[in-house]
């Protein structure tokens, strides 16, 4: 879209386009990045982000769009709190593909005790999520916000 942070851009621009979307709303404590994977690649980029999430005390979710994401390692080389999702929810948006990603979501938080996934709106995710979510709690599940999934995966790599 219009603005996008994208590679090839100085880092003047690169902070004058993050700048303006962060001054767009308030109330958020962090961004995440959609269809950034060949930006979230390039290093000298994310420096640029990072540094400014850093000032603004922000963390960075990782959508994980690519394998070649430097976002992870930067964010702790920088001091900014970070994670990534584990589960995308509707690569194939299909209620039974989304019944799927959401059983692997159960597996690995039951497995590592939190679990980050991600989706879009897509009225099949909605509407599984729907049909999902009046049990999370029966299961022995919460959900909770991003932040205290990056300060308890914070907490247990202090411990290691």
């Given amino acids: 879209g219009p603005d996008a942070l994208e590679t090839g851009l100085s880092e003047d621009m690169i902070l004058a386009r993050l700048r303006a979307a962060l001054g767009r ?5 962090g961004i995440n990045n ?24 922000l963390l960075f979710l990782d959508s994980r769009t690519t394998g070649s994401s430097v976002a992870e390692g930067l964010s702790r080389q920088m001091g900014v709190p970070a994670t990534a999702r584990d589960v995308f929810l509707d690569n194939v948006p299909t209620r039974a593909a989304v019944r799927i990603q959401l059983d692997e979501f159960e597996r690995l938080a039951l497995k ?28 022995g ?13 914070n907490h247990i790599a202090k411990a290691d």
Avoid at 25 to 29: A, L, S
Avoid at 113 to 137: K, N, R
């Fill in 34 to 57: 959609h269809m950034g994977s060949r930006f979230t690649g390039e290093i000298a980029g994310m420096r640029v982000v990072m540094a400014e999430l850093r000032a603004r005390g």
């Fill in 112 to 139: 590592a005790g939190y679990a980050v996934a991600i989706g879009h709106p897509h009225d099949t995710t909605i509407a599984e999520l729907a049909a999902w979510l009046p049990s999370v709690a029966e299961r």
């Fill in 25 to 29: 709303f308030e109330g958020y404590v």
């Fill in 141 to 153: 599940f919460a959900l909770v916000p991003v932040s205290a999934i990056i300060k308890r995966r």
